[in-house]
Nanobody, 125 residues
Framework: QVQLVESGGGLVQAGGSLTLSCASS????????MGWFRQAPGKEREFVAS????????YVADSVKGRFTISRDNGKNTAYLQMHNLKPEDTAVYSC??????????????????WGQGTQVTVSS
C-alpha cells in the first residue's frame, strides 16, 4: 500500500515562509503526477498545486500564484511545496496526493489515488 507522509507544517506569522515535504513509498513515484491540496475548517478541500511526472510542468492555484512553488525530487521520492509571504487565509490542513494514472498536471481531485494524512499550517496575523 502506498504511503504519503507530509512534514514541515507549523505556526508562522503572516509574511513568513514554510516548506512542506511529502515522502512517498511508491516505487513508481517518478512516473506520475503529484499534487497539493488544502482544507480550511468548514470549507471544502481545494486545489493548491500540481506537478507532472518529470517536474518539467507545474500549475498553481490563482490564490497562491507568485507565493507558492511546487517541486519534486524523483531520486528521493519526495515532493515539496515552498510557501512564501503566507497570509492568514492560507491557514488549513495541507495534504499531498499522488496519481497512479496521470502524468500531466491536473487540478482534479479524482485524478489522484493516494493521499497523505495532512499537515497543519497556521498563519497568525
Amino acid at each position: 500500500q502506498v504511503q504519503l507522509v507530509e512534514s514541515g507544517g507549523g505556526l508562522v506569522q503572516a509574511g513568513g515562509s514554510l516548506t512542506l515535504s511529502c515522502a512517498s513509498s511508491e516505487r513508481t513515484f517518478s512516473r506520475f503526477t503529484m499534487g497539493w491540496f488544502r482544507q480550511a475548517p468548514g470549507k471544502e478541500r481545494e486545489f493548491v498545486a500540481s506537478i507532472n511526472w518529470s517536474g518539467s510542468s507545474t500549475y498553481v492555484a490563482d490564490s497562491v500564484k507568485g507565493r507558492f512553488t511546487i517541486s519534486r525530487d524523483n531520486g528521493k521520492n519526495t515532493a515539496y511545496l515552498q510557501m512564501h509571504n503566507l497570509k492568514p487565509e492560507d491557514t488549513a490542513v495541507y495534504s499531498c496526493a499522488e496519481s497512479s494514472r496521470i502524468v500531466i498536471v491536473t487540478t482534479d481531485l479524482e485524478d489522484y489515488d493516494y493521499w497523505g494524512q495532512g499537515t497543519q499550517v497556521t498563519v497568525s496575523s
